[in-house]
């Protein structure tokens, strides 16, 4: 059971790069009622994997990735918002991207997807609101690389948001980010099994993926959240070859990457995250501080966490002080969470009253 | 042309976890000339990778890993000092390790050397200096992980280091840590070419060594550091491949691996990774307070490094207020080096005057 709704794009959908998709379609899921002015709606753009499913609905009961934020009665209200989530263009997880058939081909696109950026993914979500009658965003939140689309939406559809909630993401990706993400692209293009991204079904690059993801959680988490969590504490298990796992660390990453094994395409995640390192607001305008100042949003939050080594503390700030000096009203708030870049989606005693506050006072 | 000496260690010497080794031996340089009372000596125990040729001299007049910290009128002054670096025990420069002969097989050790820890490496130094007749050390210096052996050896031989010099390490390995070193092993044993330790000569391990060393430098380094030193450079040349680099970021870390690759052994790296998650001061008297108290060091400098994640500036900080409370003289400096962990090997105007000031007022 799905609550997944989809929109057929434009067809040929012409990417920023050059290259176009025949008959591409969106994933998306709703939350509340829009009302007759169509002035109550709010976009969610995603990280990197989730899919639209946010929170559970009617439609769909399961509990969604921010579940403890969407819903009646919670930070994003949906008693009173319009809520809508977008899954990116280029992802697996309903709209079109490198796992969909290639209806030129009849084959699934592989590496013949066409080069995508986070302006793809901003600019495809915009034909949603299109679609849904919504010429105006009461407001366009963003964590993670939906933040960074999110940016790409606010300076490519100036004024259409009306204010933005941009959560832990960056204004351009930075060489820390990028050597990470670029050593995870490697060690799935690296697996046998990636075979030039033709890989079987029956043989995925399991093993790239689980070292890609291993390496995300270490980049997604902090050092301080581990050593409470963790510790030094071993396993009860003693180790059957040499080199196996002894901490309960090891475990953890263990069971992080069989988690997301299976449940993501490779080469989707090699297309997104790619467009991650690609990005720089100031390709719009020639400067980051000449994009954010084009947005005319009315206000924006912009919350950042002080142990993110993805997207540091500072680059939160860069966002804030760009956007106040485009005349946006901005609260800003760097947090002291322990749980690194992934503190918002576990740290919701401090992110849900941010966030419902500020929402609450539109 | 090499400066190194050997030593013959006891045969069969027995290791910690209970393994042993039969005609072992350990390389090591000297520098200066030990004075008639055996009081000038100072030992260097290395990091991971390095050898035991620190610096140039006479007899090899290549450059050292530590050139600029070490020889006439330097931080450390030969002129004064008699100084000795050891290559650990396990290594593969020179000392038995892992890629060495077995002799009571006749064939390469691989993962049929004995488990080691960073005692062993601590405890057969010892026999170094037992060997030249000193008894006591003027100095003791360990960066990184030869700061972890240098600890080892304090605990184990109390007041025989009468002085420490502790840069950039830790009294035992946080999660942080051991998810990063736990991950590079992964990498060197997940590729096909490893085979159970039983790669050949012309078929090593190499790709899955090279994310180690990538993922390595992404630990020793910082994200300021890459941030001035890369920004977002790009390449001249755009990938031939997608998903190729394109970014300067990602042609240094290639590079990085270009250097490490072929001059280390993947087996070597193995064993002494491992050593470093293994090690925990507290496995000597209950805690890691009690440990450090049993020193008796007179003096101690102590240096880290606010950028160093792989070991965190409250480690450093850890081991100062340990010595103070038993009795120690602690210098201690928390360094605002941009390098990260590697500033010991590249921010010498800042470690130079440190190292040399201390020595200098022994």
Known sequence: MTASQFLDLPSPYTLRRGGSLHGARLAYETWGTLNASASNAILILTGLSPSAHAASSTADPQQGWWEAMLGKG????SERWFVICVNSLGSCKGSTGPASINPESGRVYRLDFPELTLEDVAESARHVLEHLGIKRLAGLIGPSMGGMSALAFAVMFPGVAQNLVLISTAPYSLPFATAIRSLQRESIRRDPNWNGGNYADSHWPEQGFRTARKLGMISYRSAAEWRDRFGRKRLNTRP??????EFEIEAYLEAQADRFVGSFDPNSYLYLSRAMDWFDLSDHGG????????????????????????????QQREIAEGLRNGGTVVDYFPLPSIQGHDAFLVDFERFSPLVGNFLGSL
Chains 1, 2 share one sequence.
Do not use: H, N, Y
């Open 240 to 245: 059957e070859q040499p080199f196996e796992r």
């Open 74 to 77: 919670k930070a994003i209200d």
């Open 287 to 314: 400067a980051v501080e000449i994009a954010l100042a084009r947005m005319q949003a009315r206000r924006a939050l912009v919350i950042g966490v002080s142990t993110d080594i993805l997207f540091p503390i500072e």
